[in-house]
């Protein structure tokens, strides 16, 4: 066994080889990507859809990305995307002002520089975000809307929820959408008399029923918390999986109190009636997206003021040392708990939300759930909120985009290599967090950096 | 890790040359089985070892958190099981059967079929041979350094990636026989891994991670509590029975049953 220092090798190998091991990597890729978008196969032929993949016509046009691919990646090649990248770097160097614009986390450091000008500075992304999220269901079909709120409001909200837990205090939680379970049951308990096999004494309208189901999340959010977040890393994951498992399973099997596998039909739907207003939302998808919007567009606000809070500065120091934070005086249990439990209240208002859809099945919690939310906010930047709404966006998005193209059951292939994809170039996420953003600085105002390619957040990686 | 193998178990599902007609008998039939073990080793261990290239090693390089490893283990899983599905069907296949099955051996009025007793036998060679590979050679005396410090290791001159691509290749080597072993009983499709993968590492944390004896512990008690907790109760709550006992005991023991204690969390 000898010791790799990757860079000696490279230098004195042969040309051929090296060419050969710049194939590789392109060759194999091509080759993938053929079977992927090639014809299928089935249990009976196994080797049919991949035999009909590679040795069709078609395979040439995976022959030419792949020579295009090897092309970039010879010295030659290298030089002349170098050259492309420079000549669109001097194009767009006039829109570089607008690049903080695009990340946004830009409001602290507008602070430091301009405090005249940093109102405008610090409203306008969010602001035109807003607008945007506005106008965009307007431009999409029905089907477009429908999934703009199941897929992107409602995972937006459970997104940010998690992000708390995840990415602020930077605990592991595989079983976040129980939360949303138990607050999309305690709705049906207390909303409708006859959705569930038995209800609360009294019944209110869904809005009415939000603190119920908070509280019923944020009380199961501590109840879980206390005794487990003593576990670290691994060990905390498998606890809250295995309370994630529970909870679908309780809601699969005990018929006799959730209704069972069958679902809860009945929950009413949401309503406003207030002297001179009656509205109630309906099927239509709009109001519902609206009601979204301005419910993410809270959650946002509130936690941007939390995480630059007391109780956010002690999560951003349990996450980067748990032991330090303790010992400088952080009451480090407490802050978690409190992360599990703001997280939980998220998901559970979340459910309130779900519930009043008139119609929920125990399949909507189960663990693929709870991972598909992890993966939007790793995938979008966990601890940066704004990465998080993006990653909801485009993952959500894609699978969309998807939809007409291939067979449902085919785009987790696409979703799977989108996501591998994404680690391998940009491991801390979509827009990563910037690093102690959440520190208030003393003594006079620091040279803001200039944005520059992403530094993986090497506080995280503890 | 839970992810990727989650993938390989579809991958591996169709590998072993399926036998129509009559049941094979004698030594037809334990060449076929063995012959179905080696496949489904061999589909395995490959695929780990597309797994790490493409989905681990980029992120080593790059130095990326831990949770980043979690994300794309799932990325590749979701691709490599979707895959199988479109190339291998959606619809679960039986695997053919390779040897008459009946009772081997009966202690009172429990008997062990042919089934069960293959199952035990390969799992207690797979046990012992992994055992000695981890305490006993060179190979396993890396593996633990690595798995300790990777980066002293690599000072005294162990070749850290190599080690790290064997290890994944030896797990896909023991999930792919797995499979082989499952598909047998239970049909292969493309989702059945998820399932069995969640289950592999809650017995590995149960027993204490890092800790050979102690995942074999850990997945024997897992199985018992399953199978005793469906029968005591309903079957439908066993694995609410078995995530319950399992909190409860890391409760007890953070660190699994046979795990060390922690040291500060790195």
Redesign the interface.
């Known amino acids: 066994m000898r010791a790799t220092v990757g860079a000696s090798r490279s230098g004195a190998a042969p040309a051929a080889r090296a060419g050969a091991r710049a194939a590789t990597g392109p060759c194999v890729l091509g080759l993938l990507a053929a079977i992927v978008t090639g014809p299928r196969g089935d249990g009976d032929h196994p080797w049919r859809g991949v035999e009909r993949s590679v040795l069709g016509p078609r395979i040439a046009v995976f022959a030419v990305l792949v020579a295009l691919l090897v092309g970039a990646r010879t010295p030659a090649g290298r030089v002349s995307l170098a050259g492309l990248a420079a000549a669109a770097r001097r194009r767009l160097t006039p829109l570089a002002p607008l690049a903080p614009l695009a990340l946004v986390p830009a409001g602290a450091r507008a602070d430091a520089r301009a405090p005249g000008r940093a109102w405008t500075a610090r409203r306008a992304g969010p602001g035109a975000a807003l607008v945007l999220a506005a106008l965009a269901p307007l431009a999409v079909s029905r089907a477009g809307q429908q999934s703009m709120v199941n897929d992107i409001g409602l995972y937006a909200l459970l997104a940010l929820g998690l992000n708390v837990v995840v990415g602020c205090a930077g605990l592991l939680d595989l079983g976040y959408v129980a939360f949303f379970a138990i607050g999309a049951y305690t709705t049906a308990y207390v909303t409708s008399p006859t959705a569930m096999p038995w209800h609360a004494p009294f019944t209110v309208n869904p809005f009415l029923a939000v603190p119920f189901a908070v509280a019923a999340a944020a009380l199961a959010g501590v109840v879980l918390g206390g005794p487990t977040l003593r576990l670290g890393g691994d060990y905390l994951a498998i606890v809250t999986l295995g309370f994630g498992e529970i909870v679908q399973l309780l809601a699969n099997n005990a018929g006799g109190i959730t209704g069972g596998a069958r679902g809860v039909f009945g929950v009413p739907p949401l309503s406003v009636s207030l002297p001179g207003l009656h509205y109630a939302w309906g099927l239509a998808p709009l109001p519902y997206y609206y009601l979204l919007l301005g419910l993410v567009t809270v959650v946002m606000v509130v936690f941007g003021r939390l995480e630059a809070a007391p109780l956010g500065r002690a999560w951003a120091a349990v996450r980067e040392d748990e032991f330090a934070a303790g010992l400088t005086g952080v009451r480090t249990v407490r802050a978690k708990l409190a992360a599990f439990a703001i997280g939980a209240s998220v998901s559970g208002f979340a459910g309130v939300l779900y519930a009043s859809k008139q119609f929920f099945n125990p399949d909507s919690f189960s663990l693929q759930a709870s991972i598909l939310v992890l993966t939007l906010v790793v995938f979008g930047g966990r601890g940066n909120r704004w990465g998080v709404l993006l990653g909801v966006v485009v993952l959500q998005g894609l699978a969309y985009a998807l939809r007409g193209i291939v067979p449902p059951p085919d785009r987790y292939i696409y979703f799977g290599a989108v996501i591998v994809a994404m680690m391998a170039l940009r491991p801390a996420g979509l827009v990563p967090a910037p690093v102690g953003r959440a520190l208030p600085r003393s003594g006079p105002p620091v040279v803001p950096a200039q944005p520059g390619p992403a530094v993986p957040d090497p506080a995280v990686t503890t | 890790m839970l992810g990727s193998f989650g993938g390989l178990f579809a991958a591996r599902a169709?590998a072993p040359g399926g036998a129509d007609g009559p049941t094979p008998a004698g030594l037809t039939a334990i060449a076929l089985v063995v012959a179905g073990l080696a496949a489904g080793a061999a589909a395995g261990g490959a695929s780990a070892f597309a797994v790490e290239r493409?989905?681990y090693r980029?992120?080593r390089r790059?130095?990326?958190?831990?949770?980043?490893?979690?994300?794309?283990a799932?990325?590749?899983?979701?691709?490599?099981y979707?895959?199988a599905?479109?190339?291998?069907?959606?619809?679960s296949?039986p695997v053919p059967e390779l040897f008459t099955d009946g009772p081997v051996l009966s202690v009172g009025s429990v008997a062990l079929s042919t089934q069960s007793a293959l199952i035990i036998g390969v799992a207690a060679v797979m046990l012992l041979g992994v055992d000695w590979l981890v305490s006993s050679t060179r190979f396993g005396q890396?593996v633990r350094a690595v798995a300790q410090d990777a980066q002293t290791a690599?000072?005294m001159?162990?070749?850290?990636?190599?080690i790290i691509t064997g290890t994944f290749v030896l797990g896909g080597l023991l999930a792919g026989a797995g499979g082989f072993l499952y598909a047998m009983t239970f049909n292969a499709s493309y989702t059945m891994g998820f399932v069995p993968g969640?289950k592999a590492?809650?017995a590995a944390?149960l027993g204490g991670?890092g800790n050979v004896r102690g995942a074999v512990l850990g997945g024997l008690l897992l199985g018992l509590l399953e199978s005793y907790g469906g029968y005591l109760l309903?079957a439908?709550?066993r694995?609410?029975i078995a995530?319950?006992v399992?909190?409860v005991i890391?409760?007890a023991r953070?660190?699994?049953i046979l795990g060390a204690r922690?040291v500060?969390?790195?």
């Open positions: 169709l493409a989905a980029p992120l790059r130095g990326a958190p831990p949770l980043a490893y979690l994300i794309s799932i990325g590749a899983s979701l691709f490599a979707n895959l599905g479109k190339e291998f069907g959606r619809q296949v890396a690599s000072l001159g162990v070749d850290v990636e190599k969640i590492f809650t944390v991670i309903d439908s709550y694995d609410v995530f319950g399992l909190v890391l409760l953070p660190a699994g922690a500060r969390a790195a």
